[in-house]
């Protein structure tokens, strides 16, 4: 087998940057041709940020088994000249192995050629410096240098290549401010306010659910930056190369029904647009229907909104990464002119000021852990996937430093909802908590359609990034050979209709404990269980190769493509949640016992450690080895 070690950046060669190359033995295995070990490489250009992590299966060739012959078949092994080489005078470093049969790590040394390539390298015993196998670089600028079954793989699924990691710490952090700045971050404050919270217990629940999803949503970018994969792809090394289907299609699900949400936001902001005369020409055209839940003009203003968006969508992750970017400083300036303009008309923030908690102690504790619960599911669905946007990230710090404005930008705009929101009680008489319904009346025709222009753009940008990136690589994950990006988003873009978002707007209630607080049950498990995988079963160590192979000898494949290990852990943590969560439906119309609406109070978290600790058990025992 060839065994391919190269650095991941375009670079100008140079007598030496710093190359170190060395190799673990993962596991082995013996066949009627030989004995062979399969190794991970570390080749580390300069910084720890640019590794590359190839894992591969070589022959063990004891220095007593290598006769002359061997020697010349291994020399006629044809050498492709390649960008991207290892330095001739880079220095191997050798690493201390035990003294069994199979040697526990392995180096590298080159032998020095008169031009840059053909190059070649020779895998070396640590313990006796003896030639076990000759190894080639491959030509990099395809990140995958091999041949992945074409089923598991297409454009979208690929490794990202060094030139599509272009994405900067800054960029990422503009990414968080398109993303916060919308309707639902604007609504979610104060709907805990509307609840009986104070305005800075509101602010406080939102800033500290951030925070505590900052930690997965860093540890789960990680594997994105590293190997330039997708959410798609890294499921696979938990649940299995067709087992990945189970996740991506239940985080799929809960994106349509948030691209349904913010587009029916959209929507109204159009109908607001409209002139009286339209609205009130026909009672026909107004008037709820039964069977739909809303009136015909308003849908029809909601499938408007629903068909531009899919202008800006069929440009692809590019188009979505320009967006994102331009548009962040354009609504950070219209989120601080609302902000000014409420001070200065309500003379000021006294009255947000003065706005005491109507909850005593005991019924503040029960509604602050459902809360803290319901806004760390408002972003748990991004913490999945947020593997599909680091891949683009150029290095590990990038992602991280961007990754930390989500608790700070969240803080500071629900802050600005509730500012503008008690301060409508001063200017108008009365509060008014939607942000559409607010803009409609602050002034003339001018300033309306300034105000049109930012709901749609900050719905647009939350809608494309969050609820459209992650639903779409799912479907091409289900089957890339027919899905592609553009079909994926018309898909979801078709669910988020079905979802009939109207329905789960219609209160406070239910927006926040029946649809946030319940879909949590479902992205706390999956998140537990590749997290746990990642980094506990794996030790961050994932095989290119396997991810897209369904050999059942690859390191994914587990039980026919299913990691039963994984789905059992799923279902462990989804059904403590599932009483409560039917109790809130409506479907279980007898009393549960408390326990179960403690549990559902608290599904993201239950569901998380417990999903996550069954499968760290059932990996241990069954010993899986590392890929």
Not at 151 to 175: H, I, V, W
Not at 483 to 491: E, I, M, P, S
Not at 508 to 531: C, D, K, Q, R
């Amino acid at each position: 087998m060839v065994f391919v070690g190269r650095v991941r950046e375009d670079r100008d060669l140079k007598e030496d940057f710093g190359v170190h190359t060395g190799a673990n033995v993962l596991r082995r295995r013996s066949r009627g041709d030989g004995d062979f070990v399969q190794v991970s490489m570390i080749v580390d250009a300069e910084s720890e940020e640019n590794e590359v992590i190839r894992v591969e299966w070589v022959q063990v060739l004891e220095p007593e088994s290598m006769n002359n012959n061997m020697v010349s078949k291994c020399l006629s092994l044809p050498l492709r000249p390649t960008p991207l080489l290892i330095p001739a005078n880079a220095i191997s470093k050798t690493q201390n192995s035990s003294h069994s049969h199979f040697p526990t790590h392995l180096s590298f040394s080159t032998t020095k050629p008169t031009h840059y390539f053909p190059h070649t390298l020779r895998l070396f015993h640590s313990s006796s410096s003896s030639p076990l196998n000759l190894i080639t670089p491959s030509n990099s600028s395809n990140p995958i240098d091999f041949d992945p079954d074409p089923t598991l793989t297409n454009d979208d699924l690929n490794p990202t290549t060094p030139s599509q990691r272009t994405l900067s710490g800054f960029e990422m952090a503009t990414l968080w401010v398109s993303l916060v700045v919308g309707v639902p971050s604007y609504y979610l404050a104060g709907s805990l306010v509307d609840l009986g919270m104070s305005w800075w217990q509101g602010i406080a629940t939102v800033f500290t659910a951030n925070l505590i999803l900052l930690l997965p949503l860093v540890l789960t970018g990680h594997p994105g930056t590293r190997y330039g994969i997708s959410f798609p792809v890294l499921a696979r090394s938990s649940f299995g190369i067709h087992g990945s289907h189970i996740p991506t299609l239940l985080r799929a699900l809960v994106g349509c029904g948030w691209y349904g949400i913010e587009s029916w936001i959209g929507g109204e902001a159009i109908f607001l647009l409209l002139p009286n005369s339209i609205k009130q020409s026909s009672s026909s055209l107004t008037q709820s229907l039964p069977w739909l839940g809303t009136s015909p003009l308003e849908f029809a203003c909601f499938l408007a909104f629903w068909v531009a968006q899919l202008a800006l969508v069929w440009k692809g992750i590019d188009g979505i990464r320009e967006l994102e970017k331009y548009s962040a400083p354009i609504l950070i300036l219209l989120t601080w002119c609302l902000l000014v303009w409420s001070y200065v008309k309500a003379g000021g923030f006294g009255h947000m000021l003065s706005l005491s908690s109507r909850l005593s102690r005991s019924e503040f504790w029960s509604l602050f852990f459902p809360s803290l619960t319901a806004n760390i599911s408002f972003w748990a669905t991004l913490a999945l996937n947020i593997p599909d946007f680091t891949r683009y990230a150029k290095t590990q710090s990038d992602q991280i430093v961007g990754q930390i404005g989500l608790p700070v930008f969240m803080g500071a705009f629900t802050l600005v909802g509730i500012a503008v929101t008690s301060s409508t009680k001063v200017i108008f008489g009365e509060v008014i908590s939607s942000p559409i319904q607010l803009l409609g009346r602050i002034g003339g025709f001018r300033t309306m359609i300034l105000a049109i222009f930012g709901i749609s753009l900050a719905t647009v940008t939350t809608n494309i990034a969050a609820n459209v990136v992650a639903p779409a690589n799912a479907l091409v994950n289900l089957s890339p050979s027919w899905f592609t990006f553009r079909r994926g988003a018309l898909v979801t873009a078709l669910l988020g209709i079905a979802f009939q978002p109207w329905r789960l707007l219609k209160s406070s209630e239910s927006f926040v404990y029946t649809w946030l607080v319940g879909y949590s049950a479902l992205m706390g498990p999956i998140a537990g269980i590749v997290l746990v995988d990642y980094y506990l079963v794996r030790g961050t160590m994932l095989s290119i190769r396997d991810l897209y192979s369904r050999s059942p000898d690859g390191a994914y494949y587990y039980s026919g493509g299913f990691n039963l290990a994984a789905i059992v852990a799923l279902v462990f943590g989804v059904l403590p949640v599932f009483p409560g969560f039917l109790h809130k439906l409506g479907v279980l119309t007898w009393n549960i016992p408390p326990a179960f609406h403690v549990i559902y109070g608290n599904a993201w978290f239950i569901s998380f450690f417990s999903a996550g600790f069954v499968y760290w058990v059932l990996s241990a025992l069954r010993r899986k080895p590392h890929p």
